[in-house]
DNA sequence: AGCCTATGCGAAC
DNA sequence: TTCGCCTAGGCTG
């Protein structure tokens, strides 16, 4: 499910899979079924990510642009007997169509699933902030809208003009391993401290990349370490406050608390992540 | 089996 | 501000 290093993963899988491939495209559901028609049968190039978004990419300079959403879903299914029936409402199939290793992908539930040209692609790209896991991002160009707002923090790191590839679960651990409140206003930070946030998203998310999970906790609060049970959930990543409000903060003990912020569930410890007080005032 | 919720975001109201 | 997307895992019964 979908945050950066989801997408990440996913392009590397369809790349592995489909790249110098020629493909059979299709739509089963039927909603992308005209411009599958005018890709079936060409070869495939590749599929890259940026920050939430993919781009497979075919002969003649032509991309499929998808965005999962919240509950969309993207299956590559490498090395296959053979292809089964599409089940439920496949938006997009992609099926090997030329020797070698049979492979094909479903797309479902997505939220975008369109054939654009590069120049469209191109302004995808231009329209988002740098992302922690290309490493030609410039963390620059987001310390500068960052000091420049009076928007909370955990305002600004959901908003992908601003840093592109984290969402809801990201923002509430990196928030919290730099014991910062998810309102403080974006202009109080130091700049050494978005520096620090930033670093630890790159490796936190580049970490999601190699795992496929998301998992926060330094190694004194593993579930080994403190001896209590692991996490069970559909993200099975250990996190210090994503999804944990009301429980007891793996740091201090204190409580958990969720508000909503942008219209999503922020967590954070109270005690751990104090309200920002400015220093003028005090 | 059915209900609820969710790592997102654009469109509609 | 609310809705749609119409998936999928966990929980309830």
């Not at 899988?13 to 790249?19: H, I, M, N, S, V």
């Not at 959901?158 to 206003?185: K, T, Y």
């Not at 946030?197 to 190694?219: S, Y």
Request: proline share 6%.
């Amino acid at each position: 499910m979908p945050e950066g290093h989801t997408l990440r993963r996913l392009a590397d899988e369809l790349t592995a899979a489909f790249a110098g491939r020629v493909l059979h495209v299709a739509s089963p559901q039927g909603r992308f079924a005209a411009d599958a028609a005018l890709l079936d049968g060409s070869a495939c190039v590749g599929a890259e990510s940026a920050g939430k978004h993919l781009f497979v990419e075919f002969a003649g300079e032509r991309f499929v642009h998808v965005h999962l959403g919240l509950i969309g879903t993207f299956l590559v299914h490498g090395d296959v007997a053979e292809v089964p029936a599409p089940v439920g409402e496949v938006r997009l199939r992609l099926v090997t169509a030329d020797p070698g290793p049979t492979a094909y992908a479903d797309l479902r539930g997505a939220t975008r699933c369109a054939l654009v040209t590069a120049a469209a692609r191109d302004e995808v790209l231009a329209g988002l902030g740098p992302d922690p896991l290309r490493t030609d991002a410039d963390p620059e160009r987001a310390w500068r809208r960052i000091a420049a707002s009076s928007r909370p923090i955990g305002d600004l790191l959901m908003d992908q003009s601003v840093i592109s590839g984290v969402g809801n679960v990201f923002r509430a651990e990196v928030l919290f391993r730099h014991r910062m409140h998810p309102l403080r206003p974006g202009r109080t930070l130091r700049r050494r401290q978005f520096v620090a946030l930033w670093d630890d998203l790159v490796e936190l998310m580049a970490a999601g990349v190699r795992t496929g999970r998301i998992d926060t906790v330094r190694p004194e609060h593993t579930p080994e370490a403190m001896g209590r049970p692991p996490r069970v959930d559909d993200h099975g990543g250990e996190v210090y406050v994503y999804r944990r409000a009301g429980q007891a903060c793996h740091v201090c003990g204190g409580r958990v608390r969720t508000e909503m912020l942008v219209g999503r569930n922020s967590f954070w410890c109270a005690r751990c992540q104090p309200v920002f007080r400015s220093r003028a005032v005090q």
